[in-house]
């Protein structure tokens, strides 16, 4: 049996941009990408503390140290410049293997996203 985990989780960064006509994604600091082990064109799913949004899309890389954490696309429209999100990868791996796998966990400084 195959089960869904938690992969890889950004805790509480700030949402520093919104860009309704771009083509659709999320651009991520590509230091935080590491350090939580995502991968260009990951799927991730987006939770948006202020206002309960929940959505998902892809990931694109921003540049490194710049805490970029940008909504593109019709994503745009789920948050505001400000808002406190939370990034979320998943795996499937068979149970066994769930019952030991330790997911990357980040906390970003929560002024800035940057690592700590």
Do not use: W
């Amino acid at each position: 049996m195959q089960i869904h985990v938690v992969k890889s989780k950004i805790h509480r960064v700030k949402c520093t941009g919104a860009d309704l006509n771009y083509i659709g994604s999320i651009t991520i600091d590509e230091d935080l990408m590491e350090a939580a082990n995502i991968i260009q064109g990951e799927k991730v799913q987006i939770v948006n503390n202020d206002n309960g949004e929940r959505l998902e899309t892809y990931v694109i890389p921003g540049p490194r140290g710049s805490g970029e954490i940008t909504l593109n696309g019709a994503a745009a429209r789920k948050v505001s410049v400000g808002d406190t999100l939370i990034l979320i990868t998943y795996a499937m791996m068979d149970i066994e293997e769930a019952k030991t796998f330790k997911p990357a966990l980040v906390f970003p400084d929560e002024a800035t996203n940057l690592l700590k």
